[in-house]
T-cell receptor, first 112, second 113 residues
């Protein structure tokens, strides 16, 4: 089954404790992105990747890192999480820039 | 600055009637528009899209209309069904851009049986 898989689905952590949210897609897509969804703000792009070893900042990259060492994986790294990063995170992939994106099921992160 | 706006946070429609969801944008360089549907505890799923060279695209019960001069698009669902109850996001993409989507804030559609 074609899908984008995120792990974990739910995570509660403390301020400053490094964490990684994994994202994997099995569709051989070139493009992958991370978004966060916050009430009243819709979904905002954090980082995107156009191919392996090619990543760039989206609209709200502060406090996040990503890597794209292999085509299928695009982890989101929070080196020192803060409470304002409490949010619902979505990973997405698409075969090219002008096609629709496929989203994972989301990761709800709470930083206390 | 919100470049894609959905001014109605919620909408309730009787089953069988038409649902009309609206979206406005400010960036005239957007040239591809998409609608996504989101159920609770799931990721958004693609519904329908339209290129700026068209003013209408239809797929079954779903039709998207684009008015470039007004920088406005709308999604029509006819007839509305209970399974259509979800949050709907419109999104826009720049013509030269990467796959980045700029999303609206969403409209929660409730279909009343």
């Amino acid at each position: 089954e074609a899908q984008v898989t995120q792990n974990p689905r739910y995570l509660i952590t403390v301020t400053g404790k490094k964490l990684t949210v994994t994202c994997s897609q099995n569709m051989n897509h070139e493009y992958m992105s991370w978004y966060r969804q916050d009430p009243g703000l819709g979904l905002r792009q954090i980082y995107y990747s156009m191919n392996v070893e090619a990543t760039d900042k989206g609209d709200v990259p502060e406090g996040y890192k990503v890597s794209r060492k292999e085509k299928r994986n695009f982890p989101l790294i929070l080196e020192s999480p803060s409470p304002n990063q409490t949010s619902l995170y979505f990973c997405a992939s698409s075969p090219s820039w002008n096609t629709e994106a496929f989203f994972g099921q989301g990761t709800r992160l709470t930083v206390v | 600055d919100q470049q894609v706006k959905q001014n109605s946070p919620s909408l309730s429609v009787q089953e069988g009637r038409i649902s009309i969801l609206n979206c406005d944008y400010t960036n005239s360089m957007f040239d591809y528009f998409l609608w996504y549907k989101k159920y609770p505890a799931e990721g958004p799923t693609f519904l329908i899209s339209i290129s700026s060279i068209k003013d209408k695209n239809e797929d079954g019960r779903f039709t998207v209309f684009l008015n470039k001069s007004a920088k406005h698009l709308s999604l029509h669902i006819v007839p509305s069904q209970p399974g259509d109850s979800a949050v709907y996001f419109c999104a826009a993409r720049l013509s030269w851009g990467n796959e980045k989507l700029t999303f609206g804030t969403g409209t929660r559609l409730t279909i009343i049986p």
